[in-house]
């Protein structure tokens, strides 16, 4: 990477990062430093060292390609050209020139849309605990969190979910992922082995890994983890923790049957794990309210952790853990020393959101918005799609799994449709090793209902287009699993 | 530790945490779980059990002492009565039956009172930024913070010390402590070695402890660490990181001179080392204003903390980071896979409060306040403090370190003051293995400057009374550092 320290970016330019990412490699060709026929660098590890999104790198170099500048080899990454064009020479100046359209079908990003956030309800309820509270609400807080909070986060899980919790082992934290990273820091020493499922969210793998942890993969099938994969794994070595979202799964968008629910506590039990569950959106159901695997914690074993990101938004940086109560010291003390304590304003306003029962509403709200963006996805992707392209319907949240047929790779078919203003997320990115996939998400978070039937239409279109387009690469139906 | 377990307290109950915890221990007893001589916990280690401060438990403790329950002996820790009295049977109902007397005049604590936050200008700045950002203020933002926020801090840099930093190597963070871990899991592996100045700042051993590093302490001077013991322990082994506070050290109040500041420097380029520097309240100083270490570093060695907790209000979790170049694109990630990124409706505002200069306005209140306590308290503490405690003062910030002459433990110094009102920092708390001190931390953080010459006079009475009660005690004098 160190041939890419001299890359500079603007965030202020009105030049799309990724042009400017294109013209910082130009120039890093023209200066020699590059050479022709040398391969660019890996797109999740130049996005990270760029700090821009995978996308913006994925758009750069779809760029030099049309440029003239690389080659891009299916399977095998993106090359400089090795006998560069004259025309490649010429400076590229802005994004109309370049005939790149804007995207117009964002089927990628997860995150909600600022429209949904509750800023008023927020706004009252802030200026109403500054007036109660003054000062107060800007002290230190005890690091599980404002006391008050954690009573209404219990009355919540009993009220949603019938989970008895003792507030004594609910601990606030500043979104899911920092509670990831705090029951990575209180579990896992080096060399200790975490499963995942298979694909899963990358950002846990970075938290588990980063204490030193082996990440094991276990396929992921319709109705959750493939137990029998399962079972062997563990008879090979058994995890300390086993990472799972057992309903509305990201990337896949699967629930667990309540089966396979039960049976991995009992696995837990009988082979001395610990499940972390992460909760980013049970309550986004649109058909039964599924319960959260903690529900059947009979034994103790799951660390849970809920995300308020997707259903009240994500710039709270609020979300919660109910853990173990025999590890709620711990966790305490590692909350401490990780950030001492969450913002003690954003806890009250959150609490008298809970109390007022406006954050109720809300989640109704939200949960009336998708459903209805949910209906028009699925009646869309089974009229449009061409039929060996795979998926099935999530019973909530916000991803549709989608796979090519064996052969075909995801993240070629993101280079096709990008350049038509159509955004995908490919599968490569949710696998720890980033392998190319046949398959890639879809979300329903950002594309606003009155699009995407037509943006499904175009997306067909253009994947039937790109199966004939690489049509010549041979297709074996054997042992194909539709998740991998 | 386990049998504690059974300790329940309410924090919604109007008696004290701590008579609450003499209840429970005297339950313990009473149902046979404690034994007769049996030695109760470390303080820390049972406050960090109940989640609780320190000073609880050591409030506990003296309860059950004055009740007959236990026993405390000089530097080896507090035990149950061997021959329990009969009166001690009697149940304790609560607070004035004790006859212990409220905290009148608190110099432990070390955060800024509520009152002195700057409410109001938050109330305007984020009813400002939510009219104008909307839901925008709640959206994600990038890992490093939040653009503008960044810029703002990098004018800030130049404008207050003439540092210039590129907003690019700038992070924000959600406090100093943040600030700590981040870097901490940035740099360290288990096994490697991490200096602090001794006494230092527990909450940073704990983040490196986490890493699996080995901690060595460096004696603190009168103007910063001894450079010979440094130089001989960076000849045995050089560490991986150095942590320090140059300026207004907690809890010493010590500010290096500028020459060790240099040599420092210059040690860590010669060692191969890097610098973690905890800039808590440089912003606090009552005469120079002092350079912060970062200043120096003409050699990109030095990791700069800046915390606003203590001058602006610790509740709004946020904090920066400037690293040298290098290191931004691992800092980075290692924020994202933390929390992903701080609250950026905090960031928006604080980012609105410098461009407007409200921020500076505060500062400047702020300093105005401390100054005139340290006027007060330094006056005070020259005319009553009995001649054998020792004491330098600070040149800025809210700390003063006094020192017992030797064989004298500050413990118990607190033990004995607490029940006269008086509230004081134990100097054990200080360093790395809890190691009994002479020495103890006043702080003007809390206390009104009313009241400060009161509470120093009934102090240093109460320490006079302290020094002839224990006076049986051998004083050597030879090799004494009033620092440890």
Chains 1, 2 share one sequence.
């Not at 970016?9 to 590059?34: A, H, T």
């Not at 799972?244 to 089966?259: D, H, K, L, R, V």
Request: glycine content about 6%.
């Amino acid at each position: 990477m160190d041939k890419f320290v001299s890359i500079q970016l603007d965030r202020n330019s009105p030049e799309p990062l990724y042009v400017q990412i294109y013209e910082e490699i130009v120039r890093l060709i023209k200066e020699g430093v590059l050479l022709p026929g040398e391969k660019l660098p890996p797109i999740r590890k130049l996005a990270a060292n760029l700090k821009v999104n995978t996308v913006t790198i994925v758009n750069a170099y779809k760029l030099l390609e049309k440029e003239g500048y690389a080659v891009s080899r299916v399977g095998s990454g993106t090359f400089i050209q090795s006998h560069l064009k004259e025309s490649a020479d010429l400076p590229v100046k802005n994004d109309s020139e370049l005939e790149i359209d804007k995207i117009r079908f964002d089927f990628a990003t997860a995150s909600v849309p600022p429209e949904y956030f509750p800023v008023e309800i927020f706004k009252s309820s802030i200026i109403r605990v500054l007036d109660r509270d003054g000062g107060y609400a800007f002290a230190y807080n005890e690091s599980p969190g404002f006391l008050p909070l954690r009573q209404s986060l219990e009355d919540f899980l009993y009220e949603e979910y019938k989970i008895k919790a003792s507030r004594d082992n609910i601990h606030v934290v500043s979104g899911a992922q920092q509670g990831i990273d705090i029951i990575s820091k209180a579990l896992l020493d080096y060399g200790d082995t975490v499963f995942v499922e298979s694909p899963t969210y990358p950002g846990a793998v970075d938290a588990f890994k980063s204490r030193g942890a082996k990440i094991v993969e276990i396929t992921l099938r319709d109705d959750g983890i493939d137990m029998e994969e399962l079972l062997s794994k563990i008879r090979s070595k058994p995890p300390k923790l086993f990472y799972t979202m057992p309903n509305f799964q990201n990337p896949t968008g699967i629930s667990y049957s309540e089966q396979k629910k039960k049976e991995l506590i009992a696995l837990s039990k009988k082979f001395g794990f610990y499940i972390l569950e992460d909760d980013h959106m049970n309550d986004l159901y649109y058909s039964e309210k599924p319960l959260p695997l903690k529900a059947y914690d009979e034994e103790n074993r799951v660390f849970y952790i809920k995300s308020f990101s997707k259903i009240l938004m994500p710039g709270l940086r609020l979300g919660f853990l109910l853990v173990p109560s025999d590890f709620s010291e711990i966790i305490a003390e590692v909350k401490y020393f990780s950030d001492i304590a969450s913002s003690g304003l954003n806890q009250r306003v959150l609490d008298l959101m809970i109390r007022e029962k406006s954050f109720y509403d809300h989640l109704t709200k939200i949960r009336r918005i998708y459903l209805e963006k949910w209906e028009i996805m699925t009646d869309s992707l089974k009229k449009h799609l061409p039929s060996p392209v795979t998926f099935s319907v999530p019973k909530g949240g916000l991803f549709y799994w989608l796979c090519l047929p064996e052969g075909f790779y995801s993240m070629n078919l993101y280079a096709g449709v990008i350049k038509k203003g159509i955004f995908i997320m490919p599968g490569d990115y949710f696998y720890p090793d980033q392998k190319p996939s046949p398959c890639f998400r879809l979300s329903i978070a950002q594309v606003p209902k009155e699009m995407i039937n037509e943006g499904i239409e175009y997306l067909s279109h253009a994947i039937r287009e790109f199966l004939k387009e690489f049509s010549f690469i041979p297709i074996k139906k054997s042992n194909y699993s539709p998740l991998l």
